[in-house]
C-alpha cells in the first residue's frame, strides 16, 4: 500500500521528474527499480488467466455463487499488471452495483447491519480504480468507513474499524485485514485519521510481526504485546506494513518506524527458497501468503527478499511447457506445490478451481510487485505482451446464480485473507477497473444472494490511469495535479 514507493515509472522519465514531484508536494519520494521483466510476464500471464476466469464481471465463490472479496482481488490483479480493460470495466460495474451485497446483510433480509472491513474495502478499491469513493454505487464509502471507526468513547479500541448492527449478529469480528482496509482507503481517499493509525500500530508485537485478531476469549485486548498468546501473521503484517507506508505518505505519526519494523520480521520469516507461509491452517508455504508478502517487501524496498519471493511464485506457476495435463491453465499459479503436482497429473478440476482463482489473485501481487498503496497511480512494469495462453478471457454469459451460506466462517482462508463473522474476509489482498469504466452500470444479469460482509483482501486500481499519470509526468507541470488529485480525491 505504500504510497511513498514508486516501482513502475520508467527509469529515464522517473530519474528525472521525481524531484519535481517531490518540491512541488514535499513529499519524498523513492524511486525503486522494477522487478526483472520475466517476474512482470509471469504476472501478466497469472492475470491474463484470471481474466478468463470471470463472467460477466464476477469471480464465483466455491460454491458456484458470486464471491464479492474474491471478484475485488481480481479486479486488482488485473489493474496492477494492466490487462483485459473490459473485464476490468465489467467488474467495476458489478462491484458498483452490488456495494450492500457485499458490506450488508441485506440481501439475506437482514437490515440495520453495515460491515466496517468490508466496507472500508470497497473504499479501498473505488479509490484505486480511479473511481469517486464519495458515490461508488451511489454510495459514499468514505463517510461509511468513517461513521464506522470507533471514537474517544471506545477506550483502547479507539480508530478500531467496526461493524454497525441493530440486529443480532454476534460480536465484532474485525481484525487487521479490515484496519489495513481502512487505513488504505482513507488515505486514498483523503486524509486518514491519526488514530484508526494508532489502533493498527497496536495491533504489532515487539518482535515486528502483526497479529490476526485484536480480540480474546476475554474481550478485546489492549495491543498486541498485552496478548500472551498473541499469534503473529505473515499476511496481516503483509498488509499492515503496506497500510502503514500509506499512512506516512499521508504524514501520519509513527508510521514509517512500524512499517519498517514489520518489514524486518517479514524478512525473518522468509524460508530458503523466497516462501512463506501464514499462521493457523495456512502455515505451509503457500501462493497467498508468498504474494502479500513478497509485495509488503517491494513496497518497503526489501528488493532481494522481494525478488526471491517471487522467484518462488514462478516456480508454482503452470505454462505450456510444464502443465502437463493443465497445459490449457498455463498462467494460473497453484497455492502450493502438492496443489500444482497434482494438477500436472491429472488437470484443473471444478472442485480445485476456486482455490487457484484463490492463489492466482494474491500471486500476481507478489510478482508485480506494484504496492497496494500505488495501484491505479503507478503504471504497470512494462513488459512484451504475452501471448495469450490459458483460459480466453470470457464473452457474455449468465453471471453465476447459485448461493452460498450466510453464515461465513470465522478462520483464515487459503486466499490469505481472514473471514470473520460476518466481518471480511478473505484476501487480498485486493475493484481495480480501469479509471474509465463506469461504476453505475448495471449488470447483465441479477446474481443470487451470496455469502455477505466478507471483507478480505487486498486489491489495486485502474491501468488506464497509469497510463493518463505518465503523460502527465512527461508533460511536466500537470503532475502536480495529478498527484495532488489522487492524494486528497473526496
Given at each position: 500500500m505504500s504510497r511513498s514507493r514508486s516501482r513502475r515509472l520508467g527509469a529515464g522519465?522517473?530519474?528525472?521528474?521525481?524531484?519535481?514531484?517531490?518540491?512541488?508536494?514535499?513529499?519524498?519520494?523513492?524511486?525503486?527499480?522494477?522487478?526483472?521483466?520475466?517476474?512482470?510476464?509471469?504476472?501478466?500471464?497469472?492475470?491474463?488467466?484470471?481474466?478468463?476466469?470471470?463472467?460477466?464481471?464476477?469471480?464465483?465463490?466455491?460454491?458456484?455463487?458470486?464471491?464479492?472479496?474474491?471478484?475485488?482481488?481480481?479486479?486488482?490483479?488485473?489493474?496492477?499488471?494492466?490487462?483485459?480493460?473490459?473485464?476490468?470495466?465489467?467488474?467495476?460495474?458489478?462491484?458498483?452495483?452490488?456495494?450492500?451485497?457485499?458490506?450488508?446483510?441485506?440481501?439475506?433480509?437482514?437490515s440495520g447491519f453495515l460491515d466496517g472491513g468490508s466496507t472500508a474495502k470497497l473504499l479501498y478499491a473505488a479509490s484505486a480504480a480511479g473511481a469517486d469513493p464519495t458515490d461508488f454505487g451511489g454510495f459514499d464509502l468514505r463517510t461509511e468507513t468513517l461513521s464506522l471507526v470507533a471514537g474517544a468513547d471506545a477506550g483502547h479500541q479507539r480508530g478500531r474499524i467496526t461493524s454497525r448492527t441493530t440486529a443480532d449478529t454476534g460480536p465484532d469480528a474485525s481484525n487487521a485485514f479490515d484496519q489495513s482496509f481502512a487505513v488504505l482507503g482513507l488515505a486514498r481517499s483523503g486524509d486518514v485519521p491519526q488514530d484508526t493509525v494508532d489502533f493498527l500500530i497496536r495491533q504489532q508485537c515487539a518482535a515486528g510481526g502483526f497479529r490476526l485478531y485484536p480480540d480474546t476469549a476475554d474481550g478485546p485486548s489492549p495491543s498486541c504485546d498485552e496478548q500472551a498468546d498473541a499469534t503473529l501473521d505473515v499476511d496481516s503484517t503483509a498488509m499492515a506494513v503496506q497500510a502503514l507506508l500509506a499512512a506516512a505518505a499521508d504524514g501520519a505519526a509513527g508510521a514509517t518506524a512500524a512499517a519498517a519494523k514489520g518489514a524486518a520480521w517479514l524478512v525473518d520469516q522468509q524460508r530458503a527458497d523466497g516462501s512463506f507461509g501464514g499462521s493457523g491452517p495456512t502455515t505451509g508455504a503457500n501462493s497467498n501468503s508468498t504474494g502479500l508478502a513478497g509485495q509488503a517487501l517491494a513496497a518497503a524496498g526489501r528488493d532481494a527478499e522481494a525478488a526471491r519471493a517471487a522467484g518462488a511464485l514462478a516456480a508454482l506457476q503452470l505454462t505450456a511447457a510444464n502443465g502437463g495435463a493443465a497445459a490449457a491453465d498455463a498462467g494460473a499459479v497453484a497455492y502450493n506445490t502438492d496443489s500444482l503436482t497434482t494438477a500436472v497429473a491429472s488437470g484443473i478440476t471444478d472442485t480445485d478451481r476456486d482455490q487457484w482463482r484463490r492463489g492466482s489473485a494474491q500471486a500476481v501481487l507478489g510478482l508485480v510487485q506494484v504496492p497496494l498503496g500505488r495501484i491505479g497511480l503507478d503504471p504497470p512494469p512494462s513488459s512484451p505482451a504475452p501471448t495469450p495462453t490459458g483460459t480466453a478471457p470470457p464473452t457474455a454469459t449468465a453471471s453465476?446464480?447459485?448461493?452460498?451460506?450466510?453464515?461465513?466462517?470465522?478462520?483464515?482462508?487459503?486466499?490469505?485473507?481472514?473471514?470473520?463473522?460476518?466481518?471480511?474476509?478473505?484476501?487480498?489482498?485486493?475493484?481495480?477497473?480501469?479509471?474509465?469504466?463506469?461504476?453505475?452500470?448495471?449488470p447483465s444479469a441479477t446474481p443470487a444472494p451470496t455469502t455477505p460482509g466478507l471483507g478480505g483482501l487486498p486489491t489495486t486500481g485502474a491501468a488506464i490511469t497509469s497510463y493518463v499519470l505518465i503523460a502527465f509526468l512527461l508533460v511536466g507541470g500537470g503532475v502536480l495535479l495529478v498527484v495532488l488529485g489522487r492524494r486528497r480525491a473526496a
Open positions: 522519465v522517473v530519474a528525472a521528474t521525481a524531484a519535481t514531484i517531490a518540491a512541488l508536494t514535499a513529499v519524498p519520494l523513492t524511486v525503486v527499480a522494477a522487478p526483472a521483466p520475466a517476474h512482470a510476464a509471469a504476472a501478466r500471464d497469472a492475470a491474463s488467466w484470471l481474466a478468463g476466469e470471470f463472467a460477466d464481471g464476477v469471480l464465483p465463490g466455491p460454491f458456484g455463487g458470486p464471491d464479492w472479496g474474491l471478484t475485488i482481488d481480481g479486479l486488482l490483479a488485473l489493474s496492477a499488471t494492466g490487462v483485459h480493460a473490459p473485464v476490468r470495466q465489467a467488474a467495476t460495474a458489478q462491484v458498483a452495483a452490488h456495494v450492500r451485497s457485499y458490506n450488508s446483510l441485506d440481501d439475506w433480509g437482514i453465476p446464480t447459485a448461493t452460498t451460506s450466510p453464515v461465513p466462517t470465522g478462520s483464515p482462508t487459503p486466499t490469505g485473507t481472514a473471514v470473520p463473522t460476518p466481518s471480511p474476509s478473505a484476501t487480498t489482498v485486493p475493484s481495480t477497473p480501469s479509471a474509465t469504466a463506469s461504476t453505475t452500470a448495471a
